[in-house]
């Protein structure tokens, strides 16, 4: 039922920018807390960025602290990743998800989008 639909990958030079959306359907979508993640090859899902349902509260992986920012747009049912300074570390795929407010577990998952920073 629930739908999360990322885009905004792509290829972009170290130093670059780009910015993530992704489009949530199927929900209230005000009632959930929303997060980005990625995998890169080799290596397992870690944690990017969460906002809360509000968009009051923001968090960040230490890795991205300063160059990624996480909003949301309640009326527009989506969530950005704006990545700026991007490095090439930063190669992965990204993952939009969502978790219910109450209790904070995630519940579906978008089916990931492409990030390739090149040297």
């Known amino acids: 039922q629930v739908q999360l639909v990322e885009s905004g990958g792509g290829l972009v030079q170290a130093g670059g920018s780009l910015r993530l959306s992704c489009a949530a359907s199927?929900?209230?979508?005000?009632?959930?807390?929303m997060a980005w993640f990625r995998q890169a090859p080799g290596k397992e899902r870690e944690f990017v960025s969460r906002i809360t349902w509000s968009g009051g509260g923001t968090y960040y992986a230490d890795s991205v602290k300063g160059r990624f920012t996480i909003s949301r747009d309640n009326a527009k049912n989506t969530v950005y990743l704006q990545m700026n300074s991007l490095k090439v570390e930063d190669t992965a795929v990204y993952y939009c998800?969502?978790?219910?407010?109450?209790?904070?577990?995630?519940?579906?998952w978008g089916q990931g989008t492409q990030v390739t920073v090149s040297s």
């Open positions: 998800a969502a978790a219910y407010r109450f209790g904070d577990s995630v519940t579906s």
């Open positions: 199927g929900l209230i979508f005000s009632n959930y807390n």
